[in-house]
Nanobody
């Protein structure tokens, strides 16, 4: 069983930056591809970014491409989401998720495919 704990959310003005962290425990971190998703009030949970378990192949939603960067440190069992040039539309609860995969470059943009989820961290971007 893998436990995921997000941190780093908060209130920021439009144009600002935040760095989210997700610390994993209870499993072998390097065997999991990781993803970030977000959910705004009244909306479906949506994919934000994903990173493979090795080699750090990455994928991004079109809405965040060029502004957000996902990375991971397997030695620290942590995945990060650097968010720059934030806009009010980025306001949401952000969740990290883990998917066990054998492929070292595999990623997933599909929430149902993920095995474990954190509790989320709130990001609010003011205009």
């Amino acid at each position: 069983q893998v436990q995921l704990v997000e941190s780093g959310g908060g209130l920021v003005q439009a144009g600002g930056s935040l760095r989210l962290s997700c610390a994993a425990s209870g499993g072998t971190f390097s065997t999991y591809a990781m993803g970030w998703f977000r959910q705004a009030p009244g909306k479906e949970r949506e994919f934000v970014a994903a990173i493979s378990r090795m080699i750090s192949r990455t994928r991004y939603a079109d809405s965040v491409k060029g502004r957000f960067t996902i990375s991971r440190d397997n030695a620290k069992s942590t995945v990060y989401l650097q968010m720059d040039s934030l806009i009010p539309e980025d306001t949401a609860n952000y969740y990290c998720a883990a998917i066990r995969t054998g492929g070292i470059t595999a990623t997933s943009t599909s929430a149902p495919e993920y095995d474990y989820w954190g509790q989320g961290t709130q990001v609010t971007v003011s205009a």
